[in-house]
């Protein structure tokens, strides 16, 4: 069993398969987009596939693949078959902004992917593609019906709240009285501001601006004051038993009788440091302890040139360089889309 040095257990690897992506989210990627790393940077499925078998000798068995956008590189299915099939890993999840889910959903469920979560900001077609620079709202709400035939449960929703997008919170909370989608806001979170630098200060130019940042609590205000007035009632916390799986830090809501949940993620205003149990694989081969310290370890060469015991050194100075807590340390020199979020 994995722990780090402050006594926690680690037991779950988030795996960016890729720094590409196919739209260009205003709060995560520069307008140019950031340059693509070389092929030869970037690890290959097998390298990662002989990772991650090493990770789960240390119990690290949940895996998530995200990116970039993930299922823009070739073979996802095939891979997550791998990883449940030969590498024996206990859970696979998947990270994505859905626009390719209608092509891949049943064929992704059928590897073996358990989850998804699927990114998704505003509801407004206009607005969702200056957001994302010129996506298709259609595309999104298409992979979101095709997780949901596909069979896959629980299905999560990832808005990430920024006040200067001005995002319709409550039509995003009311989703969730529809069907079983599980709705997460997320604090728009300071990383890449040393990435984005000279790009300006608020979240429509790509960078990081304290004033976007809207704490968990803000955002449950308004959707309980506007669901009220809407006659939807009083969102009621869930008990962890009541909450959809997950691996994370979610605190769940529900509006009663609501077959969906509401909950938020509130890495800057509530930290959760002290329940951290992840590791992260960049998509060039860079183990990181911590989304909000540039501190990363090189694994991709020990995977290249080492011996398995090369790997599994890189893997306990990680665990040993896992900081307490990320004090509110602002900007790394990575943007979300390279670390995987
Ligand atoms: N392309 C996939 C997607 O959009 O879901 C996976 C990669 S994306 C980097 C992973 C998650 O990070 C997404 O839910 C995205 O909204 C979130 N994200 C990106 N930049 C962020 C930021 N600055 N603060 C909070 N979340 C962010
Ligand atoms: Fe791409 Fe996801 Fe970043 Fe948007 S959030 S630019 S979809 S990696």
């Known amino acids: 069993m994995a722990t780090d040095a402050h006594g926690r257990r680690i037991d779950y690897l988030r795996i960016a398969l890729t720094d590409r992506c196919n739209l260009r989210c205003v709060y995560c990627m520069p307008e140019q987009g950031v340059p693509w790393k070389p092929h030869d940077q970037i690890l290959t499925l097998e390298e990662i596939e002989r990772f991650t078998a090493i990770a789960v000798e240390f119990g690290i068995g949940k895996i998530r693949l995200t990116g970039g956008e993930p299922l823009v590189r070739h073979g996802v299915p095939e891979f997550i078959r791998h990883l449940r099939e030969h590498v024996g890993v206990?859970?696979?999840?998947?990270?994505?902004?859905?626009?390719?889910?209608?092509?891949?959903?049943?064929?992704?469920?059928?590897?073996?992917?358990?989850?998804?979560?699927?990114?998704?900001?505003?509801?407004?077609?206009?607005?969702?593609?200056?957001?994302?620079?010129?996506?298709?709202?259609?595309?999104?709400?298409?992979?979101?019906?095709?997780?949901?035939?596909?069979?896959?449960?629980?299905?999560?929703?990832?808005?990430?709240?920024?006040?200067?997008?001005?995002?319709?919170?409550?039509?995003?909370?009311?989703?969730?009285?529809?069907?079983?989608?599980?709705?997460?806001?997320?604090?728009?979170?300071?990383?890449?501001?040393?990435?984005?630098?000279?790009?300006?200060?608020?979240?429509?130019?790509?960078?990081?601006?304290?004033?976007?940042?809207?704490?968990?609590?803000?955002?449950?205000?308004?959707?309980?004051?506007?669901?009220?007035?809407?006659?939807?009632?009083?969102?009621?916390?869930?008990?962890?038993?009541?909450?959809?799986?997950?691996?994370?830090?979610?605190?769940?809501?529900?509006?009663?009788?609501?077959?969906?949940?509401?909950?938020?993620?509130?890495?800057?205003?509530?930290?959760?440091?002290?329940?951290?149990?992840?590791?992260?694989?960049?998509?060039?081969?860079?183990?990181?302890?911590?989304?909000f310290s540039d501190i990363e370890f090189d694994v991709r060469s020990p995977l290249r040139t080492g011996t398995d015991d090369d790997v599994r050194a890189v893997i306990l100075t990680a665990l040993g360089a896992k900081p307490e807590s990320h004090h509110d340390r602002v900007g790394t020199t990575r943007g979300m889309s390279q670390i995987g979020g």
Not at 131 to 157: M, N, Q
Not at 187 to 208: D, F, I, L, N
Request: negative net charge; aromatic residues 6%; proline residues 6%.
């Open 90 to 291: 206990e859970a696979v999840a998947l990270t994505t902004n859905g626009t390719l889910l209608p092509k891949f959903a049943a064929e992704l469920r059928e590897a073996g992917l358990e989850r998804v979560n699927i990114s998704l900001d505003s509801l407004d077609p206009d607005v969702f593609e200056s957001v994302t620079r010129g996506g298709h709202l259609s595309d999104v709400l298409a992979g979101i019906d095709a997780a949901f035939e596909a069979g896959f449960s629980p299905v999560k929703l990832n808005v990430v709240v920024v006040r200067s997008l001005h995002q319709d919170l409550l039509g995003f909370a009311k989703l969730t009285t529809e069907r079983p989608l599980h709705v997460r806001f997320i604090e728009y979170m300071p990383v890449g501001e040393s990435a984005h630098e000279g790009s300006g200060c608020a979240a429509e130019s790509g960078g990081w601006s304290r004033e976007d940042h809207v704490p968990s609590e803000e955002t449950l205000a308004t959707i309980t004051q506007q669901g009220e007035a809407a006659g939807l009632g009083p969102l009621v916390a869930v008990e962890r038993d009541g909450a959809p799986g997950g691996w994370g830090p979610a605190r769940y809501y529900r509006f009663e009788g609501a077959p969906g949940t509401i909950g938020v993620i509130s890495p800057l205003s509530h930290h959760f440091c002290g329940e951290c149990n992840r590791l992260r694989l960049t998509a060039d081969g860079m183990l990181r302890p911590c989304l």
